[in-house]
């Protein structure tokens, strides 16, 4: 995968696919050992294992066998781990269990394959009964104050307040939420009490789907309605709403679009230091015309900021999927004219844009209309990405881009 030294280990490469679900290493109760990354090249993904000793019970044979990566950026990743009974990659609010933050990421001694190794720092639990439990992948965020290198870092979480309230008397749709945080070099959660930004109502309705770390600050997505951001480092935050430039209305015309759906064909994500936008959307047709499969269109939008923190979308590219389809990289693949899953945007170029269809995930140059990556079986780790139960719908929820830190690469040579 990468060249190697004899002396030293090689490079780390720039960046990696991280699925969501991590493995537990049990005979590490006697022995505690790191937390560990086995690296594999983009298409493929990279596997965490977690060592049983960071559990909150691990002498317990019914401990989680499969806690999840919540968030990963230059800090470092964060994971859930939970208390029996075992839920893996729990998507529900307040699921059990306790946060880790993995951090000191080093290249590990010259073996078989390439790995990383980290030390595990347990976020303290919360003092209930006065703060609810940490809340599910879906609303926990891991950001790094700029300028330190991921060395001061937060943890945090946005409720949305329901129910009405003085604030939201006059119909503005303005109402309240809380800022909870966790940052490095304390001993504690702090919570803030946040003004609502009017969303004409749409606070009712208001839940994240993901969370988005850009520029030291997070931004909490709902798929329909558009951001939330907000720095959990500021004295005084305050949260900023920015709705979505749409191509086409969720669902097409006339049409409501379920929660899975909009998940498979929506994201949010970081790509070459810019928040981006990506739809795979449906094309409206007059009367009662079938929607047809080849005028799907792929749509990355560009977030960009103004004057007096106005922000606004900018088409960056767009294609179809009968272009997609047409191409001979595309058929080269073998696989059918069918509509695929958003997975993930690469990092650094905002222009690839990778999908899942059956057990495959490929990449898709938007402005060339052509496939440019593609790997069968990329994540082993899906049936039992949610433990006992039924796993969610194959989406980007299963994969994080996750750019390694610049110290792996700096002083080691450049990455292969």
């Known amino acids: 995968m990468m060249a190697s030294s004899s002396s030293s280990p090689a490079a780390a490469p720039l960046w990696v696919i991280l699925g969501r679900v991590a493995l537990v290493q049990h005979d590490s109760v006697k022995d505690p050992g790191d ?10 993904a990279s596997t965490v294992t977690v060592p049983m000793s960071v559990h909150p019970k691990p002498g317990y044979d ?35 269990g306790i ?7 080093q290249l590990a001694a010259a073996g078989p394959g390439k790995a990383l190794a980290a030390s595990v720092v347990r976020v303290p639990d919360r003092a209930r009964p006065f703060q609810p439990g940490i809340s599910s992948v879906r609303n926990l965020g891991l950001v790094s104050l700029p ?12 409720r949305i307040t329901a129910g009405g309230d003085a604030a939201d008397d006059d119909g503005d749709g303005r109402g309240s939420a809380t800022l909870f945080t966790f940052r490095a070099g304390t001993d504690a959660w702090v919570w803030k009490d946040l003004s609502c930004p009017s969303m004409s109502g749409r606070r009712w309705m208001w839940s994240a ?26 004295d005084e935050p305050a949260l900023h709403h920015v709705p979505f430039q749409e ?40 009367g009662a015309a079938a929607h047809r499969p080849e005028e799907t269109v792929v749509v990355v939008w560009t977030l960009v900021f103004g004057p007096s923190g106005f922000a606004f979308w900018k088409q960056l590219c767009a294609t179809s999927m009968g272009r997609v ?52 079986k990329p994540l082993d780790l ?31 040579g450049n990455a292969s």
């Open 325 to 376: 389809w047409a191409s001979d990289s595309y058929r080269a693949t073998g696989l059918p004219a069918k509509e695929p899953v958003l997975a993930l945007l690469h990092p650094s170029s905002p222009d690839v844009v990778y999908f899942f269809l059956e057990k495959y995930l490929f990449g898709v140059s938007v402005s060339r209309s052509t496939v440019v990556e593609f790997v069968r």
């Open 147 to 158: 300028g330190t290198a991921g060395a001061d870092y937060a943890v945090a979480e946005l």
């Open 35 to 44: 937390l560990s990354v086995k690296l594999s090249l983009p298409p493929r």
């Open 99 to 105: 946060l880790l933050v993995a951090r000191g990421f």
């Open 247 to 286: 191509t086409y209305p969720a669902g097409g015309v006339g049409h409501t679009v379920a929660a899975e759906d909009v998940v498979s064909r929506r994201m949010v994500r970081v790509s070459q230091g810019k928040v981006r936008f990506v739809e795979l959307a449906r094309a409206p047709r007059a």
């Open 209 to 234: 789907h993901d969370v988005v770390a850009h520029d030291g600050k997070l931004w909490w997505v709902n798929l329909v309605w558009g951001l939330l951001g907000c720095d959990p480092f500021a």
């Open 382 to 412: 899906v049936k039992v990405v949610a433990g006992h139960r039924r796993p969610p719908p194959i989406s980007w929820r299963h994969v994080l881009a996750w750019e390694l830190p610049a110290s792996l690469a700096n002083g080691k």
């Open 62 to 96: 019914d401990t989680d066998r499969h806690p999840y990566v919540v968030a990963a950026c230059d800090a470092g990743v964060l994971l859930h781990a939970s208390h029996w009974p075992f839920v893996g990659f729990d998507l529900d609010r307040d699921p059990p």
